[in-house]
T-cell receptor, first 115, second 111 residues
Framework: AQSVTQLDSQVPVFEEAPVELRCNYS??????LFWYVQYPNQGLQLLLK??????LVKGINGFEAEFNKSQTSFHLRKPSVHISDTAEYFC?????????????FGGGTRVLVKP | EPEVTQTPSHQVTQMGQEVILRCVPI?????FYWYRQILGQKVEFLVS????????KSEIFDDQFSVERPDGSNFTLKIRSTKLEDSAMYFC?????????FGSGTQLSVL
């Protein structure tokens, strides 16, 4: 069975400061990893995904994440945040990425960017 | 970017009543999903649907739940007899080649 742990439920950060959101997963087989963002009153939007290849994945809005198999982690980073990055961020894993397979989500990390 | 549309955005119902949550997936997508998020908890998979049948369902998706694609554009989730613990945000999603698109959700409140 898969599981995802997001270690921080809330992360306050000042504008233009860097941010790192931690995600650890457990999966017994191949793993495919995702970060989603949810802005207030909106749906989940894909930020980035790791399916294979380079362990450093770049996504939208200046975010990137690094897949670390030995540490079973997929932490999300942004070097300089904006007020508009205030949102909830979800890490998710799937053990297959054929169509129809489900995602298992972490509990989310709420990022509050302060001026 | 294409969007998955969900209606209504909020639904309030009495315990024991039937509710239907509606979704319009992206038009050329073939795989459809429902997820839910109870307040303060994780987003949980409910069901996936392909070729007019359920591909996979979670243990949450019991006999009180059903899904349907009645007319080739809508994708619905029905809860036959709602319970208080069904109160949650319900997300519909549809899948393209590699990317899963989510709707903005329906907040269901069971009183």
């Amino acid at each position: 069975a898969q599981s995802v742990t997001q270690l921080d439920s809330q992360v306050p950060v000042f504008e233009e400061a860097p941010v790192e959101l931690r995600c650890n997963y457990s999966s017994s087989v191949s793993v495919y990893l995702f970060w989603y963002v949810q802005y207030p009153n909106q749906g989940l939007q894909l930020l980035l995904k790791y399916l294979s290849g380079s362990t450093l994945v770049k996504g939208i809005n200046g975010f990137e994440a690094e897949f670390n198999k030995s540490q079973t982690s997929f932490h999300l980073r942004k070097p300089s945040v904006h007020i508009s990055d205030t949102a909830e961020y979800f890490c998710a894993v799937s053990d297959q990425w054929a169509a129809g397979n489900k995602l298992t989500f972490g509990g989310g990390t709420r990022v509050l960017v302060k001026p | 970017e294409p969007e998955v549309t969900q209606t209504p955005s909020h639904q309030v119902t009495q315990m024991g009543q039937e509710v239907i949550l509606r979704c319009v997936p992206i038009s050329n997508h073939l795989y459809f999903y429902w997820y839910r998020q109870i307040l303060g908890q994780k987003v949980e998979f409910l069901v996936s649907f392909y070729n007019n049948e359920i591909s996979e369902k979670s243990e949450i998706f019991d006999d009180q739940f059903s899904v349907e694609r009645p007319d080739g554009s809508n994708f619905t989730l029905k809860i036959r007899s709602t319970k208080l613990e069904d109160s949650a945000m319900y997300f519909c999603a549809s899948r393209g080649y590699e990317k899963l698109f989510f709707g903005s959700g329906t907040q269901l409140s069971v009183l």
